[in-house]
């Protein structure tokens, strides 16, 4: 599976991005797909993930105003996110495949580049 992160960028706090990935080189629809991302000096962290059935997963930080969300004719995963804050500031990295679990553990088996998203205050 290859994958192709988009869609990062600078923002004001309160501000908006939607981050895309496109797929390719397996059954789209029946993966999980999900966002993951890394802040400076901190370890990669879960964000957010949906099932090859259309259940989503987030982060207790980003859930209310992050939205996963998936276009299987199209092949990719969308993340919208609301209301940024500086600490959203990262490397957003999309991921694949794998296991997921309804605690929304997520265990991906791809990885994309990662995207910068900057949020200034």
């Known amino acids: 599976v290859q994958l192709q992160a988009s869609g990062g960028g600078l923002v004001q706090a309160g501000g908006s991005l939607r981050l895309s990935c496109a797929a390719s080189g397996r059954t789209f629809s029946r993966l999980h797909m999900g966002w993951f991302r890394q802040a400076p000096g901190k370890e990669r962290e879960f964000a957010a993930a949906?099932?090859?059935?259309?259940?989503?997963y987030y982060a207790d930080s980003v859930k209310g105003r992050f939205t996963i969300s998936r276009d299987n004719a199209k092949n990719t995963v969308y993340l919208q996110m609301n209301n940024l804050k500086p600490e959203d500031t990262a490397v957003y990295y999309c991921a694949a495949g794998g296991t997921l679990y309804t605690d929304s553990r997520y265990y991906p088996d791809y990885w994309g580049q990662g995207t910068q998203v900057t949020v200034s205050s």
């Open positions: 949906i099932s090859g059935a259309g259940g989503t």
